[in-house]
Nanobody, 122 residues
């Protein structure tokens, strides 16, 4: 089982970035995928999750309306489209998977990607 996060980089405030999570070694249709982030000196926090079986998504208040989680059609890839990025969005972003239903708590996820760094700076 492997999750590979990619797409991080440097972006200016107000800009957009899409990061991706490629899954292998398991059937993504039976799992929920979530994105978390850890800012410098802070705890890892949940942002968005997607239950692939029914397509339901959830976003925390701090990113609702700016971030969108989605799954690539017919591909084991989940994206996080991030718009109107702010300085405080600077963090290492991780994707994670757990069976069936999404959850915002990092402790209930079984599999984790290695993280991709997003830096918002002018």
């Amino acid at each position: 089982v492997q999750l590979q996060a990619s797409g991080g980089g440097l972006v200016q405030p107000g800009g957009s970035l899409r990061i991706s999570c490629d899954a292998s070694g398991f059937n993504l249709d039976d799992y929920a995928i979530a994105w978390f982030r850890r800012a410098p000196g802070q705890e890892r926090v949940g942002l968005s999750c997607l239950t692939t079986r029914d397509g339901k998504t959830y976003n925390v208040d701090s990113v609702r309306g700016r971030f969108t989680i989605s799954k690539e059609n017919a591909e084991p890839t989940v994206h996080l489209q991030m718009n109107n990025l702010k300085y405080e969005d600077t963090a290492v972003y991780y994707c994670a998977a757990r069976p069936f239903v999404g959850d915002s708590r990092p402790g209930v996820y079984d599999f984790w990607g290695q993280g991709t760094l997003v830096t918002v700076s002018s």
